[in-house]
């Protein structure tokens, strides 16, 4: 790789860093090793070609163009926490990516309404969930931690609802959401 390549390839790892929250692929190497994955299967889940993976992961490509598969990806992180956590089994695991694999992305408010429709009241995780989507929708974790910590000496409570639900784990925004519910 000549020195144009390396710094084509440094600057779209910076520019993953800061829209993904780290490079994509750091990121997508945890979601192989965390669910048992190998790259073939984890473009297919994403919904991406096995090249175009390839690319995001070397830093050739920076961006993930379609947000259905951005949002799949956060699905994914998701799911690898509580597979790490012990919350969901590998079988679990596999049915839920077969879910991820076929979901268009999308409104994420029109997801919480169907899935309210469809399933009676929202569970406190499902509207954590969602208010996580939507965050993670609008600004990578970086961003939002940045924007955090600039509104912290200010508003410290809005500061750390960003964090939390906006950068922090799934368990961490429930057990946040339930203390502040009066």
């Known amino acids: 790789m000549d020195a144009a390549q390396q710094e084509a390839t440094a600057r779209a790892r910076e520019l993953q860093r800061s829209w993904y929250g780290e490079p ?9 090793d965390d669910l048992g994955l190998n790259q073939a299967r984890l473009a297919a889940v994403l919904g991406l070609s096995a090249p175009m993976l390839s690319q995001l992961m070397s830093g050739q490509r920076a961006k993930i163009g ?8 956060q699905h994914l992180q998701e799911l690898a ?6 919350s969901v089994s590998a079988a679990e695991a596999a049915d839920r990516m077969e879910e991820i694999k076929k979901s268009q992305g999308g409104s994420v408010l029109t997801n919480a309404s169907q899935t309210a429709i469809s399933s009676g009241a929202p569970t406190v995780k499902r509207v954590v969930r969602e208010i996580q989507s939507l965050l ?3 600004a990578a974790a970086g961003d939002i931690i940045d924007a955090a910590d600039a509104l ?11 964090k939390v639900y906006g950068a922090g784990r799934t368990a961490d ?10």
């Not at 947000?67 to 990806?73: G, L």
């Not at 912290?152 to 960003?162: I, K, R, S, V, W």
């Open 81 to 86: 926490g509580q597979v790490a956590d012990g």
């Open 24 to 32: 994509l692929g750091a990121l997508f190497r945890r979601l192989i």
């Open 173 to 182: 925004a429930v057990a946040h959401y339930e203390a502040h519910q009066s």
């Open 66 to 73: 379609n947000p259905a598969v951005v949002q799949r990806v």
């Open 152 to 162: 912290a000496p200010t508003h410290p409570e809005l500061a750390e609802f960003l």
């Open 136 to 138: 993670r929708c609008v």
